[in-house]
C-alpha cells in the first residue's frame, strides 16, 4: 500500500507560480511512477502530467507543456509539481498519484491505484 500526502496550493493571480508537492511513503519512492491530476467543477479527473518511475521519462497534457513541470526526488520521497505562468483555466483541484513501476505514459486515473488528498489551486484574472 502506498501512502500519498500532499501539499501546497491556494490562490493566487494569473501569471504566477505555484509548486505542489507528494509525500509517498510504504513503498521504495524508487519503484512510484507519479501522475498528477487536476479536477474542475462539474467535470471529471483530467490528466495534467506524469513522470516515469526512474524519472527519466514525462508526459504532459498538451494546455500545460511549456509551463509545468513534473519531478520526483527520491532524497525526499516527495513528487512535484512546478506549476508556472498560472492560467485562471489552470483552476482545480489538483491530485497527486503513484502507480508501482509506472512508465509516465498512462493519463487515465484508472491507471493510477494510488491517490492523495487533493489540493485547492485558484487562479485569479
Known amino acids: 500500500q502506498v501512502q500519498l500526502v500532499q501539499s501546497g496550493g491556494g490562490l493566487v493571480q494569473a501569471g504566477a507560480s505555484l509548486r505542489l508537492s507528494c509525500a509517498a511513503s510504504?513503498?521504495?519512492?524508487?519503484?512510484?511512477?507519479m501522475g498528477w491530476f487536476r479536477q474542475s467543477p462539474g467535470k471529471g479527473r483530467e490528466f495534467v502530467a506524469a513522470i516515469s518511475y526512474g524519472g527519466g521519462n514525462t508526459n504532459y497534457e498538451s494546455s500545460v507543456r511549456g509551463r509545468f513541470t513534473i519531478s520526483k526526488d527520491n532524497d525526499k520521497n516527495t513528487g512535484y509539481l512546478q506549476m508556472n505562468s498560472l492560467k485562471p483555466e489552470d483552476t482545480g483541484v489538483y491530485y497527486c498519484?503513484?502507480?508501482?513501476?509506472?512508465?509516465?505514459?498512462?493519463?487515465?486515473?484508472?491507471?493510477?491505484?494510488?491517490w492523495g488528498q487533493g489540493a485547492q489551486v485558484t487562479v485569479s484574472s
Open positions: 498519484a503513484a502507480d508501482v513501476y509506472g512508465a509516465g505514459t498512462g493519463t487515465l486515473p484508472t491507471s493510477f491505484p494510488f
Open positions: 510504504g513503498r521504495a519512492f524508487t519503484m512510484l511512477g
